[in-house]
């Protein structure tokens, strides 16, 4: 057996196993080698770490990758696989996207084992999530339901809904997709329902900054169409999230040269929300990302953007 000479980083949980597989097989097909060419090394996170607490309580993004990217500066690890939509919009120094995978189905999957859809929830049912994004989007359309914490991999809360410990819970699509369990799906949210969270989907290849080397690698794997989509959204997010701490949708579609994106912003509870959305040219999707967010920051309810408000 021959030493790897790719090492691909990745979180444990079956998802992000999933995901690294996904990655393995795409490289070793692009530069044909064999599998044994590229090792998987498993990094443990804060976010795996702590499991008994809402992860906006501990500090949100980056609680997933730190360790990883950590492992890359210390050259443990070549490349870093990560769900975009857990990645912090600002990269340490020093470390770069190299490659965006061709996105999944970003939209939301509504789950339970007893109503078809949102409408069919009795008064006041008790709806599992740990996503602001979700929570507050829900409450938007029903605001009676009752929104509980709900923690876990996707296993983990499927096994809670078993449990009754919740009537019914919304998970990615796409993480369902990758880890074969679509089965599972009770009715996809049309995205003009409930608008995916930046970049849900995409997976994206993270590598040290100037190491030619591994940016010729995994250029191949690079869906030109899901790097601009996810950039608009990451930029909306960024200028968002510099000013507010509430919750924020964001999603953008390529149509040949064009990109449509639409953005939101809402309060926790649901009862206020700011729709915006723009189109321009697909290679300019960072600055409708940005000018997207500034319509957001001079026209909506300055309650809504309110520090406290989370
Ligand atoms: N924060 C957890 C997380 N990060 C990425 C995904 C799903 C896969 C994806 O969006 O690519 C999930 C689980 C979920 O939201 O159901």
Redo the contacts with the bound molecule.
């Keep these: 057996m021959q030493a790897a000479r790719i090492r691909i980083g990745t979180r444990g949980s079956p998802?992000a196993l999933a995901q690294a597989h996904e990655v393995r097989d795409r490289l070793a097909k692009a530069h044909g080698l064999p599998e044994d060419a590229i090792a998987i090394t498993i990094i443990k996170t804060t976010g795996d770490r702590v499991t008994d607490r809402p992860l906006s309580d501990i500090g949100g993004k980056g609680l997933f990758t730190k360790e990883i990217e950590d492992a890359l500066f210390a050259n443990e690890i070549d490349v870093a696989v990560h769900?975009m939509?857990?990645m912090q919009t600002a990269l340490p120094d020093g470390l770069a996207i190299g490659a965006t995978l061709p996105r999944?189905d970003p939209r939301d999957a509504f789950i339970s084992l007893k109503h078809a859809n949102i409408g069919a929830l009795p008064r006041g049912a008790v709806v599992g999530t740990s996503?602001l994004r979700r929570k507050s989007q829900v409450l938007s359309v029903r605001p009676d339901l009752s929104v509980i914490d709900f923690r876990g991999n996707?296993e983990t809360r499927l096994r809670k809904l078993k449990d009754g410990v919740a009537e019914a819970t919304f998970?990615?699509v796409?993480?369902l997709n990758r880890l074969g369990l679509a089965d599972r799906i009770t009715a996809i949210v049309p995205a003009e329902d409930m608008l995916p969270a930046a970049a849900?989907?995409?997976?994206g290849l993270e590598i040290r900054a100037g190491d030619q080397g591994a940016a010729a690698l995994v250029a191949p794997l690079n869906d030109a169409p899901t790097a601009l989509a996810v950039t608009a959204e990451r930029a909306f997010l960024a200028r968002l999230e510099g000013s507010c701490r509430t919750p924020i949708a964001g999603y953008a579609v390529i149509d040949g040269d064009r990109l449509s994106f639409r953005g939101q912003v809402l309060s926790v509870d649901g009862r206020q929300r700011y729709d915006v959305s723009r189109t321009g040219p697909s290679n300019t999707a960072h600055e409708i990302g940005l000018a997207a967010a500034d319509e957001v920051l001079s026209n909506a309810d300055p309650a809504i953007l309110a520090r406290s408000s989370a």
């Design positions: 998802l769900s939509k857990d999944e996503s996707v998970l990615a796409a993480g849900q989907g995409a997976i």
